[in-house]
């Protein structure tokens, strides 16, 4: 079993009267793929932020690369790299200047960013694209570019908020690509998605419900135990009672 | 009709719900207000005033009484003649000097024209323009008061005053803040707040939605713009109300006149407002355009701040094209001089010009489509 | 008569295509999907047809009406709910509704019966601002707002973006009863899991239109053997089938693999077999195979991958 890298426990937090994360527990492996999935307003971002490091658990304890997220959320910050597709790379910048940007805010040296830039925009087969405005690159590249730069200073975690929305499904599958050889080199992937098929593809998922967690497991595995032909039926089915009553 | 009285109930819920544009709407206006008010108040506050009174007949002493009686003055001496006057000037014993010619009364009572010249020290232009123009309002009003207690026509009497700046005499001595911060809130109020908010729905994605329903595209701007029409009259009101009562500053012309005026200003502010809508797809670019190509402008080259006439060359020709600028003369005609329409057609004209093209440009720029 | 009829219609914007000369008919009744991701030209072809845009050639009608000629009329008839959010957040759902009912000559209560149930679930947040509301509610009320001067025709700007599976679910069954009441529906969406959700769909990429067909017969459209294929590690899974030379295709689906073979009439099953076959000894685990019909995505992939590929040769 490889090391846990991410670690809820009894999680917890409460903005006044209202409790947005109650009590989750989970735990997530090196080199996983974990789908976290939930309603609007369910209590997702509210988790992801505590795990990390952004806000400060009510109760409970989370623990990210061997760092507890309340005591050094710095240290945490350090390990993780994140990446939305709405705005992770600044249009305006070019290719070169954006990774320049990104290598600078995590403090690399200058030879390290040189040769890892090099390096990135050779195995991203965007030489061509060095000196091309973000903005005039086509979807595709923009979001591997993007993986790519968050995955720049070697983190451990990398935090995606629907990586893929909107995208067409060819470039959607190397997106997918990139993701697992990610994986296979060890870095773990926690995935928030509103697409319910994106979460297919994840090698576990979670599905918050009022604030706690309603289902845990590979996607295979709930869709059997729920005689389910989709996440998506499942979630509905978890989630909709719940929003009936709000 | 119905559709028309929807929009503009709308506009005004908008309205009530954002404080940040009541405060800019409402308190912006006042703030200017005070703010000039009281700095400039407190430059003539008590100012010692001397009057040389070259007639010394009752009713130079009811005037001279009422520039003793007026807050901003304290009267430091009456004297007989120009030279000893002129020494307390110097002296800074009296920094307002008012003369009142020979055989004043009489020339008063007989043909409503009558000399009073206000002199004073002229090197602090600015407060020295502030203190003549008050001296100026004392005298006018009080005679005003005069004529109309003597039953001499209803209007304000003809008296010429002629103001003369010793140590400076070139400068201006129609200077009072009331009219540029007239010129700056309505060109605020009107032009950025109805830029803003067109823009707004620009980028709401609520303009896509007003466009493919039967408005016409003059009933979107026209709906859009009463409610600011209606609040800008409220401004004129607000800040000519607290400029008389709070600051004593007087309307020696017609009260109507002005704020047919203003309307006018108003409308023409509105107009440029839609206009710099058509152009910027963002509030932020709204904003951006409406404060550099209007407010600045309104600000700088309208003679608010800087005399026109010691303007660069170019800046001076440049100030023609701005709305504010013709304005600015209206108003201090009306207000400071108490001329009428027969004086002040001109600008006007000009004015009622640049509004029809204003208006006529902003609705052939606002689209029926998003193209 | 066709309630939505394009002919060549077409429009660039600067140099830039934004849709190529397209053509299709929407039968009175009928829901419509326009499926398709970012920027493939959805948004442009719904401006085009609610007459926000100015086609540069080819013609459309809505209802009979020109939308060039006719946008006035046209502006009257039709139902067109942007691809934001597109309600005052300031207003509340009540001050709202009544405001889009005023612009159009109508009123809430003359309409009530065709928005009924979505009235119903707005009702309870009557007062409440529409920007307190969930992503779910809003863009009911949006829908709400688009029908209440009774539109027969409706335009739908990507509905289900951004919201969540539930609410998903909820908007396109209410979608199902606005067809039921004779409205036609033009939607559009990147979700291609929606397309059953249709009559029919139009696949769109690139500003051109890749298929138009009901749901069901989509599949068809798929010409090579299709086959789903797990196992694992699933990268060294994927290098193996790639390395495979009967390989057409090889994409991650989910849990699985789709794998085609490019021997086209093949027997599905013997291709699964050998299939695994080829691939023991390479250190897999779990190894499996099976024929499956393909999906939505599957054909759209085939279809974009063949028209750039077309676009391709011919400009080459």
Known sequence: MAETVIEARELTRTFGAFTAVDRISFAVAEGEIFGFLGANGAGKTTAIRMLIGLLRPSSGQGIVAGFDVARDPEAVKRQIGYMSQKFSLYADLTVAENIRLYGGIYGLSNAELKAKSADLIERLDLGHARDERVARLPLGWRQKLAFAVALLHEPRIVFLDEPTGGVDPITRRQFWDSIYQAAASGVTLFVTTHYMDEAEYCDRISIMVDGRIAALGEPAALKREQGADSIDEIFVRLARPALAGS | MRTFFGFVRKEFFHLGRDRRTLVVLFGIPLMQMLLFGFALRNEVKDTPVAVVDLSGDPLTRRLASALEASESFRLAATVRNLDEGKKLLAESKAKVLVVFAEDFSEHFG?????????????????????????????????????????????????????????????????????????????????????????????????????????????????????????????????????SRFAFGVPIVGNVFLLIAESVLYIVCALSLGVLVSTRAETQQAATTGSLSGLMFPTMLLSGFIFPLESMPRVLYWLSHIVPARWFLVIVRGIMLKGVGIAELWPQTLILAAMTTFFLLASVRNFHIRLE | MASISVEGLAKSFGRVPALLPTSFEVAPGEVFGLIGPDGAGKTTLMRLLVSLLLPDAGSARVDGLDVVKDFRELRRRVGYMPGRFSL?????????????????????????????????????????????????????????????????????????????????????????????????????????????????????????????????????????????????????????????????????????????????????????????????????????????????????????????????????
């Open chain 2, 110 to 242: 007989r043909d409503g024209r009558a000399e009073v010249e206000i002199l004073t020290d002229g090197s602090d232009p600015n407060s020295a323009r502030t203190r003549v123009a008050y001296a100026n309002g004392v005298v006018q009003q009080e005679l005003a008061a005069v004529a109309r207690e003597s039953g001499k026509g209803a209007g304000a009497p003809h008296i010429e005053a002629a103001t003369r700046m010793r140590f400076n005499p070139s400068l201006e001595s129609t200077y009072l803040f009331v009219p540029g911060v007239m010129a700056l809130v309505l060109t605020l109020v009107s032009a950025l707040m109805t830029s803003v908010t067109i823009t707004r729905e620009k980028e709401l994605g609520t303009m896509e939605v007003l466009l493919v329903s039967p408005l016409r595209p003059f009933q979107i701007i026209v709906g859009k713009v009463v409610p600011y029409l209606g609040l800008s009259f409220l401004n004129v009101l607000i800040i000519l109300g607290l």
């Open chain 3, 88 to 316: 005052y957040q300031d207003l509340s759902v009540r001050e709202n509704l009544d405001f889009f009912a005023t612009i159009f000559g109508a009123s809430v209560a003359e309409n009530r019966g065709l928005v009924d149930d979505l009235y119903l679930q707005l009702e309870p947040f009557e007062k409440r601002r529409a920007g307190a509301l969930s992503g779910g509610m809003k863009q009911k009320l949006a829908l709400c707002c688009a029908l209440i001067h009774r539109p027969r025709v409706l335009f739908l700007d990507e509905p289900t973006t951004g919201i969540d599976a539930v609410s998903r679910r909820e908007l396109w069954e209410m979608l199902g009863r606005l067809r039921a009441a004779g409205i036609t529906l033009l939607v559009s969406t990147p979700y291609m899991d929606e397309a059953s959700r249709c009559d029919r769909v139009a696949l769109i990429e690139g500003g051109r239109i890749l298929a138009i067909e009901r749901p069901g017969d989509l599949a068809a459209r798929y010409r090579y053997p299709l086959l789903a294929v797990e196992g694992g590690p699933r990268i060294a899974l994927l290098e193996a089938l790639r390395s495979l030379p009967q390989a057409r295709s090889v994409y991650p689906f989910g849990s699985t693999i789709h794998f085609t073979d490019q021997r086209l009439g093949a027997d599905p099953a013997a291709l699964a077999a050998e299939l695994v076959g080829a691939l023991e000894g390479r250190g897999l685990e779990g190894l499996g195979a099976q024929p499956i019909e393909a999906g939505i995505e599957d054909v759209f992939m085939a279809l974009a991958v063949d028209t750039r590929q077309a676009g391709e040769a011919h400009h080459g």
